[in-house]
């Protein structure tokens, strides 16, 4: 792999085997989408620098925004246009990031080389083009491809029906090449993917009904069956649905989905956001692949909510490098725990670090113990700021010593959930981890306040490093 030059081997972007990931560099930066939609403010989205080198004078702060060129995206998730898939080929570069739209469905192309404090803006896809060519719309998740091709997950039409959903294809130069999945074999519902090539496979979430989730959380609609619970296999990287996985009663709302990074290994993770489990999926001895509940999260019963129970609600997911320790955030309960998962079958708790939650004193909210006595968490605060929200977006660090932690799912439901955090704005934690024993600790140092922006407060989402990160690469 790579090519010699002189009496040195040029190599592409991003790491061997995530092994050596662990030993990259530190980070010093973090790209941040950054949401004005949906908060009354009539201002666009915008990509944040933030300073995360604590030797900085300007270490916890926001150093550089670069803000969209028009209103009502709704950033969410971000992605390279190559990472540690594209390591053997030397003509391959690390260079731009890539932000799909939520709602608008436009695609922006970010230039992070030129200058990585004050990144710029290359391209935009506008999304007349992608409905066009191939009637997707509601754009999610982004990989790069070992090919150079850059894959986008869409969870509906421009009419917000799920029956819409796929996978959009643009090519090395950001064009739109057509849908990656073969005509006829489009998943159930759409949201995120993993693919491990070397068992020639990928694995995608579902979401539910843009029509759904755009207007908020809503019971009758998970009764309407307008979101998901399934897992669609499909053969990589033909792009033929090979199967479907029906999670059932224990998996609604199956999201963020991590394959071990391991290349050779045939078992992940998702996270089952509405009702609360981590569903191992894994290889069976006859090809085929199978599900079950590998973590369960126990509601709370509680007072003054909408329903006698109050789900942890996980967010996000990640998988250390090593493969040795799980991470997921509870978005509603506001704790984030780490789970080591050295046996893959019996994830065991070694930590859990409570960041906010619906149920702090002066909610009115109130969790009831088994004799029916009530209790609210303390309100936590850090540098003066008191905690708002609750844990939801995470990124590890390659060495898998820090966990950055973030606090908006979606601005419909941020609002619907918790209103204080639209109209003070998000913030970002950095928790340390202990990664001999397990153990997590917030570091009393770090605090972003998204609330303090120029235009106003606004919601902070997904989170990636100049150099890569576990949630975005991907070894082949």
């Known amino acids: 792999m790579g090519e010699e030059i002189g009496c040195c081997k040029r190599t592409g972007p991003g790491y061997a085997t995530p092994l050596e990931a662990m030993s990259g560099p530190k980070e010093a930066l973090l790209y941040v989408t950054c949401v004005y939609n949906g908060t009354g403010r009539e201002k666009p989205d915008f990509l944040a620098t933030v300073d995360v080198d604590p030797n900085s004078p300007t270490y916890s702060k926001v150093i550089h925004r670069l803000s969209m060129p028009y ?151 998970v009764a309407e069956g307008l979101y998901g619970r399934y897992l669609h296999v499909y053969s990589w990287p033909d792009g033929e649905l090979k199967q479907t996985l029906d999670l059932g009663g224990t998996g609604f709302m199956p999201l963020e989905i991590r394959f071990l990074h391991d290349p050779s290994k045939d078992t992940g993770y998702v996270r089952c956001a509405l009702t609360s489990n981590i569903v191992r999926f894994f290889k069976t001895e006859d090809g085929s692949w199978s599900h079950q509940v590998a973590i369960s999260v ?84 850090i540098q003066g700021h008191r905690l ?23 601005s419909t439901m941020d609002r619907q959930f918790y209103p204080e955090l639209v109209e003070k704005g998000s913030h970002m934690l950095q928790i340390d981890i202990d990664t001999e024993k397990g153990g997590l600790k917030i570091n009393p140092n770090f605090f972003v306040d998204f609330g303090a922006e120029p235009d106003g407060p606004c919601l902070a989402h997904e989170m990636r490093y100049p150099g890569g990160d576990c949630s975005s690469d991907i070894w082949i």
């Open 71 to 221: 209103i009502g995206d709704e950033l969410h998730h971000s992605g390279w246009n190559a990472c540690s898939s594209c390591h053997g080929d030397p003509s391959a570069d690390r260079r731009f990031l890539v932000l799909p739209s939520f709602l608008s469905s436009r695609v922006y192309v970010i230039d992070t080389q030129k200058n990585p404090k004050a990144p710029s803006l290359y391209k935009v896809v506008q999304p007349e083009d992608i409905i066009k060519k191939t009637g997707l719309a509601h754009l999610h998740t982004s990989h790069c491809l070992a090919s150079g091709d850059i894959m986008i997950s869409c969870l509906g039409d421009k009419d917000g029906n799920a029956e819409g959903s796929g996978f959009l294809l643009l090519d090395s130069e950001f064009n739109i090449k057509g849908r990656w999945e073969k005509p006829g074999h489009s998943p159930i519902f759409g949201y995120d993917f993993w693919y491990q090539p070397r068992h020639k496979t990928m694995i995608s979430s579902s979401f539910g009904a843009p029509t759904a989730f755009t207007q908020g959380f809503h019971l009758q609609h």
């Open 388 to 410: 708002r929200g609750g844990p939801q977006m995470i990124q590890l660090s390659l060495d898998g010593k820090r966990l950055y932690v973030t606090n908006s799912v979606f």
């Open 298 to 381: 126990k509601p709370l019963k509680v007072q003054n909510w909408i329903l006698k129970e109050l789900p942890g609600f996980i967010t996000d997911i990640l998988i250390s490098l090593d493969d040795r320790f799980l991470y997921f955030a509870n978005w509603l309960h506001g704790d984030i725990r780490q789970y080591n998962i050295e046996d893959p079958r019996n994830p065991v708790l070694v930590g859990q670090v409570w960041v906010g939650g619906l149920i702090q004193k002066g909610s009115p909210l109130a969790a009831m113990t088994e004799d029916g006595k009530t209790w609210q968490s303390d309100v936590l605060e």
